[in-house]
């Protein structure tokens, strides 16, 4: 056949009888006899002929691919979740189209528009530190496409979402430190419009109300989380009038940043500034100087559920409306961990 897919109209042509009749057969439709529907898969396998999954999709109204969409692939926690996906994908015969934002919001628009050229039957989205206009997403429903958001969640009603519980995580994180001692703490925060910065600073505030302290809103600095920011972010905290003795911050990655800037200014990271991180990756295993504590978010686990959510939705498209529709808040519970080889040194 000169290497050209053979179809079922060819097939037919060469047996002489119907298309609708091979397609049957190729089927084992009942109403074939098993004569003919061993002479059609007889001629199918020595054509090499595969079936058109294109169009078996269409017929089905699916296209068994779903999107996952997240800001950086190379973020260990990011990677975990892409093979919590994977996973639950593989279940269902799924397969998974994976793009990175790479936290620019032109970028994740583009994406969210070849995602739906492509007919994913739905998405699972992490969306990019720098979105602000949350349209794209909004245009997705008029062709019936299902969004389950996990982690980082844009401030709208009426959506999906899987998450860690931040709020807890940072109350029990600044509770840890006020054990320890510490009475002047700040917080290393991210970008205002992420759900999770609110939150952080939610846990932040009660932790230390909680305690009796006085809140001071001049210990807690925004930054980008990129390594600049963090630095900037340092030192405006290390510039305030009050003795800082420790810090939170948004993630492993600042706490990365913001240790290696210290230790530049020669801040002594045992006596008298202690860090505490989100995320909990394996990363700090291997740092020289590392955060006392970490909140594992157990991203995996977020990963997993909100796979399940939108295998849910796929599957109830027809049955629900958005008058009717129940919006999915998943929460995963937070974890602090105590880092040992910090507290074995």
Do not use: W
């Not at 002489?16 to 059609?40: D, E, F, M, Y």
């Not at 790479?102 to 070849?114: F, L, P, S, T």
């Not at 929460?331 to 040194?345: A, M």
């Amino acid at each position: 056949m000169g290497g050209k897919q053979t179809t079922i109209k060819e097939i037919a042509s060469l047996l002489n009888i119907s298309v609708s009749t091979v397609s049957r057969a190729l089927h084992k439709h009942p109403s074939i006899g098993i004569t003919t529907q061993l002479r059609v898969q007889k001629l199918a396998d020595e054509l090499n002929y595969e079936p058109n999954q294109a169009a078996i999709f269409f017929q089905k109204g699916k296209s068994y691919t779903i999107g996952l969409i997240l800001p950086e692939l190379s973020e260990a926690f990011f990677s975990s979740v892409v093979n919590a996906v994977e996973d639950m994908a593989y279940k269902k015969n799924y397969t998974v189209l994976l793009a990175q934002s790479h936290d620019d919001e032109d970028r994740e628009k583009q994406i969210i528009q070849m995602m739906k050229n492509h007919r994913v039957d739905g998405l699972v989205v992490s969306v990019a530190k720098t979105t602000t206009n949350f349209d794209h997403f909004h245009m997705l429903e008029k062709y019936n496409i299902p969004i389950v958001f996990f982690d980082r969640i844009p401030p709208l009603k009426n959506i999906h979402s899987v998450a860690c519980n931040i709020e807890t995580g940072s109350l029990e994180a600044v509770n840890y430190l006020l054990k320890k001692g510490h009475r002047c703490i700040g917080l290393i925060n991210g970008p205002a419009a992420l759900t999770a910065s609110e939150e952080r600073k939610k846990g932040y505030f009660k932790a230390i109300t909680k305690n009796r302290l006085k809140f001071d809103p001049s210990l807690i600095v925004s930054c980008d989380l990129t390594e600049k920011g963090t630095q900037e972010a340092l030192t405006a905290l290390m510039e305030n009038k009050r003795n800082l003795t420790a810090i939170v911050t948004f993630n492993d990655y600042v706490a990365l940043y913001a240790i290696k800037y210290a230790r530049k200014l020669n801040i002594d990271l045992k006596n008298d500034l202690q860090f505490i991180s989100y995320s909990n990756l394996p990363l700090i295993n291997y740092m020289d100087h590392v955060p006392i504590a970490s909140v594992e978010q157990f991203p995996y686990k977020q990963g997993e559920k909100a796979v399940e959510i939108l295998f849910d939705l796929i599957n109830n498209k027809d049955s629900s409306t958005p008058e009717t529709m129940y919006y999915n808040k998943v929460v995963v519970e937070s974890e602090l961990i105590e880092n040992q080889s910090y507290h074995t040194d």
